[in-house]
């Protein structure tokens, strides 16, 4: 079974930056949808950044509107590992953050389609 850990979070200013890390152990990401999703104080789960490698050497990425142009998803397949580098932060950015996965082609907002969770890290951005 596939293992998720997030790394990275804590507290942060508003505009300022932090990056999100989730390692994965048990399987390879090469065939794997990985996903960002968070979920704010209060509030349900929120899609935030999805990433599928499409050939040996390019990815698909997608993002929620809510991150377009602040956030940015990557992959290290030799270090199975997924990164979410957060800029611009905002107070509404103040989430608990998930590494999610699920096998081939995913409906990044379907987070039922989600096979594999991590644990979660905190990112709380400051005033």
């Known amino acids: 079974q596939v293992q998720l850990v997030e790394s990275g979070g804590g507290l942060v200013q508003a505009g300022g930056s932090l990056r999100l890390s989730c390692a994965a152990s048990g399987r390879t990401f090469s065939s794997y949808s990985m996903a960002w999703v968070r979920r704010a104080p209060g509030k349900e789960r929120e899609f935030v950044a999805g990433i599928r490698r499409s050939s040996s050497t390019t990815y698909y990425t997608y993002y929620a509107d809510s991150v377009k142009g602040r956030f940015t998803i990557s992959e290290d397949n030799a270090k199975n590992t997924v990164y979410l580098q957060m800029n611009s932060l905002k107070l509404e950015d103040t989430a608990d953050y998930y590494c999610?996965?699920?096998?081939?082609?995913?409906?990044?907002?379907?987070?039922?389609?989600?096979?594999?969770w991590g644990q979660g890290t905190q990112v709380t951005v400051s005033s």
């Open positions: 999610a996965a699920r096998v081939g082609v995913a409906n990044w907002f379907n987070l039922d389609g989600y096979n594999y």
